[in-house]
Structures are given as structure tokens and as C-alpha cells.
């Protein structure tokens, strides 16, 4: 038996142990040959990678050591006895090599291969041959498979309540954050909308991030309920509530891969919202060159996919379509996308009107569910909400309820980005944008990101100022202006004056 | 600037750069945003994974730390200064992305995703994403590009040479080192034969593991030309040359996620013998149900794929479709299959005829790629060098001249596993007897493995001996009986006596 000791390393969701080379009781001759291992104390089994360590300093020839992860899930404390044997490779990577060969799998086997993913079982590795594998075909009955897989043994459930909203976007458009103003708006309405939101991983801000400016997000299920029972709207990080572990597991690969595909999405977002015992939920495709969805026909292949898994699992959802050609609103990152949806709330002179807009028509679909509501006059009602004021006090009750917090300053490096030349702006590259927004550090930093001056088809004079872009500091700074050095993400093309005075006579 | 530290830990490959959590010039805020990182120091750059450190006593705020592999590869010394900055993903990964959506990648896209593996900017992830998203379908024209790309900068040329031969093996049949006898017989009649050998991934010993049971394997390039120069055959560790390093790379993850596809396979192959000088290929293919390759139509296709790659790239292969039906020889493992391998080049009597054989065929194939040899006269001419006793006087050289080891003895916990019923074995499955073999520990302990008694066709009386298992440790050697009891690997018909009684009249 080795004794336990805790090297306190963060390895990004992966348990490594860490064996001394002249272990006393295991013989690491060929380190090649011993790579995932089972490590066994106490009533427990916990899956780890082993590295191997020169140094008695670090981890003695009687030691395993553990990293954080592993440390926490074996949950015994340091000096504690433990053995170890080699683990052999799960049963359902064989469902992936399967995969590989163009077989559809079956849902035993989606429930076998995300049960391993859930016990780390799975080296990030395996997790990205899956994801991968599966990635480029599924048939809807395994996205239907992968979905019910994916939602877990944890689901809440929402006594007394007949309908549980949310909504959920798709994404791939900076700025764009109706779900705060939608959440207040139903809210205000009275609907029960827990929304679940995630914080960035590849944006320039999540949901859970812009709400983080404003109030705290990290709420668990207990406080959820009370807060949807008092208001009918909170926001919170769906990371606290502890659902669909495998949904962030995977996430996390993703991130790291660069890889993300619709199947995946369209299961992920599904299970989480079952997990969390959403009955209807509204999701906004936005489609755009520039934007993760390119086309109709793509939008349309998803909705009809989210729309069957929906059905399957009693979820229903309305799907729409909507305009994903440029950012939507101002700020991009979370600060600067807060003040946005303040400036909407309070029905500012100076409110983005696409922001705005968006979000009545997004908060219309939501209300539509309540069978109470006649068809067509959802639109009509958010925007009564929204004009009175009332959804500016859900909002304020919302935020005093989930914990007030002081709003992070923007960043203090700034530049402003110019026209070169007069004309029209043609059009705004929404992931060039995000990618300028993300190198400055946004999406880490709630004060880093991008404030954009002007948008499509507005005119511009050489030398106006396009956006002004903030980082919290000279690193993401330098890396941000590189980017913008070799292609600042606008298009402005020249003003035909001449037509342009014909068709105002 | 960060003070540059080694943690003396091997991590199986990957670049692992630890840092602080309070570090003292970069911001750690939110561990998920900051992954892959670039690591200067000097005019050196490198990648590396971050691993956030909880304890000073580890990492200081002012230290950075790398892991062995990244450590040697900055070549650094302690207390350098060095600094950070976050590794945007290499875009080759986009040709990635492509290859799940089913493109067809072109040979610039094959070649910088290799060179991008070498310079160890993939993640052991991305690797295998790679793998599995080109794995499902390549087109033989991708297969020539990845096989281009992994031939890599560093290729041996052999001067004075004409032709160069090689062999080589696909392995999945257990014992089968047909290679060491292959080579003696090729040396002892002229033509150079620089044998790159592999050590074991998935087997129960690699050609270079039953090879370090005589003799060294770890030989230079210049230590090499001088071996062929000399004695006409070697058979060194294909590491010790370093050599088309991707292919190692690839290899471990290959490995690690238990998934190896066939055009990889051949890729991989082709480029290891081109990169190591060689015109000339016998490529043996075996083909059985429980082999590697399972149908002759499979062995066709990879047949036919590897010719075309070869021919494009002026290697001269002739691929063998041979029977992969059950093991070949009586030894699995690397002391046990050098055994069997000696029997033959001394003639024993006990010496396994289907080794003798088999490497007598495919010695002739290779002496055939000489031009002065008459055609048909191959098998002939290795047949008169083995039974004259010059390729046993061929080995002892070569191992004289590589440097004779001290023989590692066998493993000492054996068991018997003997038949149930009488009869006559039917079938041997390899699969089976090479799990049972890993298992045992041989693959990492040369004394461990299996000593084949009796083979398909032999007749057995209840209780006879079929197998006899050796293993080094009691770990390894329980998790073999383990099962061993549950599947022994042979399949033992009954005796149909009175049928064989009338053939007998």
C-alpha cells in the first residue's frame, strides 16, 4: 500500500497521480505501458493518469500523490492507505471506434460511453475521439440518445408549477444579450423563468458573465426555488446548480479541441434545460456569414433536430430564426454589454435599438407560451413591460434577491479604431470581432472588450472612430492590436453619392 | 519575467508548464480561459499546458515550472528568465474541423498539422482528434500527403548502396518475429538490411523487445552504417534513430485512446522506412479472424493502398498477404519468442515449423528484390543459408556487433492452464492470447508472457497442457488468471473418431 499525499495542481479537469520512479511497491519500468491507472482507498475507485516523478522531494517511493481533481474525488485525507492497479480501457470506447466506422450506436451505448465520461473514465483524450467520432455524423435518434444520456441522475423539479420557461441562444453573435432583458420582462410577467446560464468559453462574455456584473450568479437549488418563488426570474450560473455534469465535461474538450458540433450543442443545451425542469423553451438560431450558423438551410436542419428531441423528451420548443449578420447592441464583453442592458431596461434615449428590438420580439415568443395569452400579442405585451418600466423592477428586485455586487470598472488600456476612408459601414465581422474581444482579454475580464461606435450602414468620415476597444492589461492589450493591425473587422465600402441624392429627390 | 524551475515529472509526451496561482506577473483569474500557453525563453519558444500550483513550496508567484519533456525541450537552466503568452490555437486545427465535415484535405494541410504534432502544438487531444476525424475515411491520395508529411526533415542516405531492403510485419499475430530470422538469412547473403524495429505498443513484445533480449537495440546512425557496412543486417530500436518523430507521437496517443486505423497505419509504415533509407519492402499482412486485418478483401484494400503510396514515392513494396490465423511459434514474449527464433537458426529439432516456414517464404521475397537472383529461387536460397547453419553465423555476429545483453530470465509465476476435455484444438484466438499475454506484463517485463504447447490441429487428452503463462509480479499475474478464467483462448472440438478411424483405413 502507498500513503496518499495531495500536490495541490489544478490540471483542468483531468485526475493525474503521481508516482515516484522507484516506487516501492509498484515497478514503473516502461512508463509507456502504465498510463491510466485505478487508484483504490478506502470503499472508493477513483481513474487517474499517471505521471512519473524523479524526485523524493515532490512524491517518496512509498507515496501516490494526487492533484486537486482526483484529491477531491477520492475524499480521504493525506496518510491514508491506498493501492493501485492498472485500469484497462473502458468497454465503451469500442462504441467509438464503432463510431469511427460509420455505425449508428445505440442508446445503450450513448448511456454506456457518457456514464464512463462522468466517473473520469475517459482521458480528455478519449473524450475527443468521441466528439469527433460522432461529430461528423448522427442520425436524430442518437442525438435523442446522446441527449438523455447527457441529462444525468439530477434533475429539479418545480412543484406548483405548470410551465417552466427559459431561453437560449445559440450564439456566435457579439453583444447580444436579450437574456437579461427577456428574463426580466417574463419575469415581470409573471411566468417562472430560472435561467440557466453558462459563463464564456470561446465569447467575449456568456450569459452568467454579463449577469456577474451586476449580481451574483453562483445560486444552488435551494435558493434557485425560493428566488423563482419571490420574483419568477433569476439568473444564475448553471455551473452552482451541479447539473448535467457531463454537458461541462465535455465543454471543457471542446473548448480545448476548437470543436464544436450542432449535434453536440443541440444535446448539450437540451439535456441542461431538462436537467434543470425547463417545460418550454424558446431558442434563438442566429444565422449570418459570420456567425456559427452560415446559412437557413443549417438553421433549419437544427431546429428540426432540436424540435424531434424535444418532442421525445416533452420539452417543447420554439425555435426561431433570427438575424445573426452583425453584433447586436453596442458592448461586446460583459461589462460594456451590462451597461447595454441597463440602457435598454431603463429606456434610455441612447438604448441600442437592435438590442431592444431583438429582445421584445424574443420576450413575445416566451410570453406566447402561457395559454392564457392570445396568439400574436406576445410582441404587444413584452413591450408594454418594458415601456412601463415594470421590467427595470424585476430587474432591480432580481438583483437585490440573487446579492448585489460592485460592478467591475472597464479597462484602463484603450484605442480607438478609425475609418480609413468616408463611406458606408458595409458590414461588421462578427467573428473577427469576437476574436479581438477575446485576445483582449474578454470573456476573462469583465472590463476587457469592445464598444462599437458604429454598425452597418451607418455613414462614416475618415478618421471616425469604428469602436474603442479596453483591456485590463498590456499582455491581451498587444495581442488584441496585432489582430486589429492585420484586419480590424470592418468593411466600409464607398458612398455613391450620386444615387444615394437621386433617390432623395 | 518568471524564474524558470523543473519539476522532475514525465508526463507521457506532453509539455506541462506549472505556474503559481498567485503568480506574480500573470493574472491567473479564471484557470479556464488559459490552457495552452507559449513559453519564451531565450530565442526559444515553446507550448505547453498550464497546471495551476496552490503551494509555494512548489511554485513560487515569481517561478515557472516545466515537467521533464519540457524542460529538455527549452534547454534551459535553472533560474533562466523566462516569460509567458497565450498560444492562440494553431490554425491547422481548421483542417481538422474540415476533415469531420468529410473534406477531402490537401497535402499543404497534411503537412502543416504534422509539422504543427512535431513542434508539439497539438495537444495530446488534438492528436487524437486528428487521428479519428481523418480515420473514418482518407482517400489514398490523403494517405500519400500524411505520409509525405510524417516522413519528417532527417532521412538516412546510404551511399554505395543500390538497393536497401526492410520487412515488415502488421502485426495482431502473437509470437510471429519472424524478422530476426528474416534478417540473419538476408544478411548472410548480402543485402543490407537495416531492420528498424519497433518496441511493443499493444503486444505482447515489439521485434526491438525480443531483440534486447540478445542484444542491444539502441543504436546511432552512424553506429548503424558502420553495422550494415560490417555484417549486411541489424536490428535496431527505430527511436534510437529519431526518425519521422511524429509517428512516435502519433504512435502514444494511437496507443492511449486504443483506436489505430489502417491508413495510419500504412502511413506511419512507409514513412519510418523512407525516412530510414529504404527502397526495397516486403510488407507481411496477415489475415484471420481474430488477427489485426480480419478478411482478405480488407488486406487487398491496404495491399493496394500501400503499392500506390510506395509507388509514388519510389519505395518498392511487396506486400504478402499471409495466414493470421493463430499464432505463430510457440513463444509469446519477448524471452520466449527469442528462444523459438534461436531454435530455428540453430535447427533444433523442437524448433516451430510454422516459423520456420513462414520466414523462410518472406526471406525469399526479399532475396527476390536482388536482381541477379533467378526468379522463384528466393525461398530456395534462404532455405540452403538457414539449413547450412549461415544464418545462425550471421545473427551471432550481428549480436556481437550490437553488443550481447545479459538474457533476462522468464518470469517466475507460471501457471499450467491445461484442456478440459479431450479432443482436437480447433482454433487459438489471438486477440485473446495477446490480452492474456499484456496482461501477464509481457510488452513491459521481457520474462513475462505465454509458451504455446500445443497448436490448432493437435490433438489433446483431458488435462494435457495447452498454455503455460509466465508473469514477474503478482499484480500482472492475477490480472492474467483473471482472464484466463473467464476465456482461455482456445477452442477444443471433439474427437469425431470413427470419421478419423475410416480416413485412417
Known amino acids: 500500500m502507498l500513503t496518499l499525499k495531495h500536490l495541490p495542481i489544478s490540471s483542468f479537469n483531468e485526475n493525474l497521480a503521481y508516482i515516484n520512479r522507484d516506487c516501492s511497491v509498484y515497478k514503473i519500468d516502461d512508463i509507456n505501458s502504465l498510463v491510466k491507472i485505478e487508484v483504490h482507498g478506502g470503499l472508493k475507485t477513483i481513474y487517474a493518469f499517471l505521471q512519473v516523478v524523479n524526485d523524493p522531494k515532490l512524491v517518496k517511493p512509498n507515496e501516490l500523490a494526487l492533484n486537486n481533481e482526483a484529491f477531491k474525488q477520492i475524499n480521504l485525507p493525506e496518510g491514508a492507505k491506498v493501492s493501485v492497479s492498472l485500469s484497462s480501457l473502458p468497454p465503451s470506447l469500442n462504441s467509438i471506434k464503432r463510431k469511427v466506422a460509420g455505425n449508428i450506436l445505440s442508446s445503450g451505448e450513448y448511456s454506456a460511453i457518457i456514464n464512463d465520461i462522468t466517473a473520469r473514465r475517459y482521458s480528455n483524450m478519449d473524450i475527443a475521439s468521441f466528439l469527433v467520432a460522432s461529430g461528423s455524423f448522427m442520425s436524430a435518434p442518437e442525438v435523442l440518445s446522446l441527449t438523455e444520456a447527457l441529462i444525468g441522475d439530477k434533475t429539479i423539479v418545480w412543484e406548483n408549477e405548470d410551465i417552466v420557461v427559459d431561453h437560449h441562444c445559440l450564439g456566435g453573435v457579439p453583444g447580444n444579450k436579450t437574456d437579461l432583458i427577456i428574463t426580466a420582462i417574463v419575469a415581470a410577467y409573471g411566468l417562472p423563468m430560472p435561467k440557466t446560464a453558462a459563463h464564456s468559453l470561446t465569447s467575449c462574455a456568456g450569459v452568467a458573465d454579463t449577469m456577474s456584473v451586476l449580481a451574483n450568479v453562483n445560486i444552488d437549488e435551494k435558493r434557485l426555488k425560493e428566488l423563482i418563488k419571490e420574483n419568477r426570474g433569476a439568473i444564475v450560473s448553471y455551473d452552482s446548480l451541479d447539473l448535467a455534469e457531463a454537458t461541462r465535461i465535455i465543454a471543457n474538450v471542446e473548448k480545448q479541441i476548437g470543436i464544436t458540433e450542432k449535434s453536440h450543442i443541440a444535446a448539450s443545451i437540451l439535456a441542461i434545460k431538462i436537467a434543470a425542469g425547463v417545460t418550454h423553451l424558446v431558442v434563438d438560431i442566429p444565422v449570418g456569414p459570420k456567425s456559427r450558423i452560415k446559412n437557413t438551410n443549417e438553421a433549419m436542419r437544427l431546429r428540426k433536430l432540436m424540435e424531434y428531441v424535444g418532442d421525445m423528451l416533452s420539452l417543447e420548443i420554439d425555435a426561431v430564426i433570427t438575424d445573426g449578420s452583425e453584433p447586436v447592441g453596442n458592448g461586446v464583453g460583459a461589462v460594456l454589454e451590462a451597461r447595454d442592458v441597463i440602457k435598454v431596461l431603463k429606456n434610455s434615449e441612447d438604448a441600442p435599438q437592435d438590442l431592444r428590438e431583438k429582445s421584445l420580439f424574443l420576450a413575445g415568443r416566451m410570453l406566447e407560451f402561457d395559454p392564457k395569452l392570445r396568439g400574436g400579442q406576445g410582441y404587444f405585451a413584452a413591450k408594454e413591460i418594458l415601456d412601463s418600466g415594470r421590467a427595470l423592477e424585476a430587474m432591480n428586485k432580481i438583483i437585490k434577491a440573487q446579492g ?22 458595409d458590414s461588421i465581422d462578427n467573428s473577427r470581432i469576437n476574436k479581438i474581444g477575446v485576445m483582449a482579454g474578454a470573456g476573462q475580464y ?14 462614416v468620415e475618415a478618421g471616425d472612430i469604428l469602436y474603442r476597444l479596453y483591456s485590463c492589461n498590456s499582455t491581451d492589450f498587444a495581442f488584441a492590436n496585432s489582430l486589429i493591425d492585420a484586419y480590424n473587422g470592418y468593411e466600409i465600402s464607398e458612398e455613391e453619392e450620386e444615387e444615394e441624392e437621386n433617390e432623395e429627390e
Open 404 to 425: 448585489k455586487v460592485s460592478q467591475p470598472k472597464l479597462g484602463g488600456l484603450t484605442r480607438d479604431i478609425v475609418a480609413d476612408s468616408s463611406g458606408i459601414v
Open 446 to 459: 469583465a472590463g476587457a472588450g469592445i464598444d462599437l461606435l458604429k454598425k452597418a450602414g451607418d455613414k
